[in-house]
Nanobody, 125 residues
Framework: QVQLVESGGGSVQAGGSLRLSCAAS????????MAWFRQAPGKEREGVAF????????EYRDSEKGRFTISRDNARNTLYLQIDSLKPEDTAMYYC??????????????????WGQGTQVTVSS
């Protein structure tokens, strides 16, 4: 049974940092393309960062380049998202996702097979 479990969210002030984690079981993350998505209340889920399988290559949503850093530790079977210089507009539920499919556009959630339950990030001004 595949499980993705996010952690590391919380309530922080603007300008602070958070490191989100996504621990996997039942699946070897190194074999999957991985991504972080977020969804704010009343808004659609949007991709923010992507990590290619068996590679160190990454992609970021244009608006978040420079503040978000995605990484993975294959030995720990864990995906991370470092978020710096947090803004109130970063407030959302953050989800990790894994894909074994051929991805044409990593920003589209339909390409991902597995999802975690999410971790809440709340940023106050």
């Amino acid at each position: 049974q595949v499980q993705l479990v996010e952690s590391g969210g919380g309530s922080v002030q603007a300008g602070g940092s958070l490191r989100l984690s996504c621990a996997a079981s039942g699946v070897t993350l190194s074999s999957y393309d991985m991504a972080w998505f977020r969804q704010a209340p009343g808004k659609e889920r949007e991709g923010v960062a992507f990590h290619y399988k068996r590679s160190t290559a990454t992609e970021y949503r244009d608006s978040e380049k420079g503040r978000f850093t995605i990484s993975r530790d294959n030995a720990r079977n864990t995906l991370y998202l470092q978020i710096d210089s947090l803004k109130p507009e970063d407030t959302a539920m953050y989800y990790c996702a894994a894909s074994s499919r051929f991805i044409l556009n990593w920003l589209q959630s339909s390409y991902y097979n597995y999802w975690g339950q999410g971790t809440q990030v709340t940023v106050s001004s």
